[in-house]
């Protein structure tokens, strides 16, 4: 497939190369100072490389969910439905840029016209830049890419996920918890897969006291495209 005419490259604007492993090296305990400095630059500058990647005028709606889901698998094809729909009501759509949910929803954001953004990660395994992406960044850090996903958007939507998924929902409700980010809609699709958290929550966390009732309008559930949008304009 040609690449898009909006279509920019990792390495564009880099200030420092990719460097494998750098995470996994400033999180592996103490170090010296010096290389512990080195890191907060690259840092930065991975931050700065990334808001120079990301100018765009229309509001952004961020599509979390695993990467597992093949294009035969109905929440690939939901998530595909809801990218859709999301461009087709004028928001631009960030994922995580890999494959499964995230590929889903950029591909229905390209195929209706919309904008297609992905916060690519390097990983061992899943995590590869998805051919629908119109603009994407490759970021060596995870909670350089976590910013990102959440910064540009109003609106999250949490597809079923795994543990790198339900990180980065419990961050986000967190977030607005805390009242460090203003409570846009947090809409977690797919009520099968999600009453089973929303139960423990309500008859467990609730009851024992480590989360009040009020912390639970934070997340709201659907199940189709049409959903998701309606619950994003009564929450704006």
């Not at 494998?20 to 490389?49: H, N, Q, T, Y």
């Not at 490759?138 to 990102?148: A, E, N, P, S």
Request: overall charge negative; charged content about 25%.
């Amino acid at each position: 497939m040609a690449a898009s005419k909006n279509r920019l490259p990792p390495e564009r604007g880099s200030l420092l190369p990719h460097v494998e492993g750098a995470e996994k090296a400033f999180l592996a305990g103490r170090r010296s100072r010096e290389a512990d400095l080195e890191s907060a630059v690259r840092i930065f500058l991975e931050f700065l490389r990334a808001f120079e990647s990301f100018e765009f005028e229309q509001p952004c709606v961020t599509v979390f969910g695993s990467a597992r889901f093949t294009e035969g698998h109905h929440y690939y094809q939901r998530a595909r439905e809801i990218g859709a729909e999301l461009a087709r009501a004028g928001y631009a759509v960030m994922t995580g840029g890999g494959g499964g949910i995230m590929e889903a929803a950029n591909r229905g954001a390209r195929e209706a016209g919309g904008l297609s953004l992905g916060c690519n990660i390097a990983l061992p395994r899943e995590q590869k830049p998805n051919q629908y992406l119109d603009r994407f960044i490759q970021l060596d850090h995870f909670f350089v890419r976590k910013v990102m996903l959440v910064k540009y958007s109003s609106a999250f939507v949490v597809m079923p996920g795994g543990f790198g998924t339900l990180d980065e929902a419990f961050e986000i409700a967190t977030l607005m918890q805390t009242d460090k980010l203003e409570h846009f809609p947090l809409i977690a699709v797919g009520t099968q897969f999600w009453d089973p958290f929303i139960a423990f929550a309500r008859d467990t966390m609730i009851k024992e006291g480590t989360l009040s009732p009020e912390d639970a309008r934070f997340i709201h559930l659907a199940e189709t495209a049409a959903d998701v949008v309606r619950l994003i304009h009564e929450g704006r």
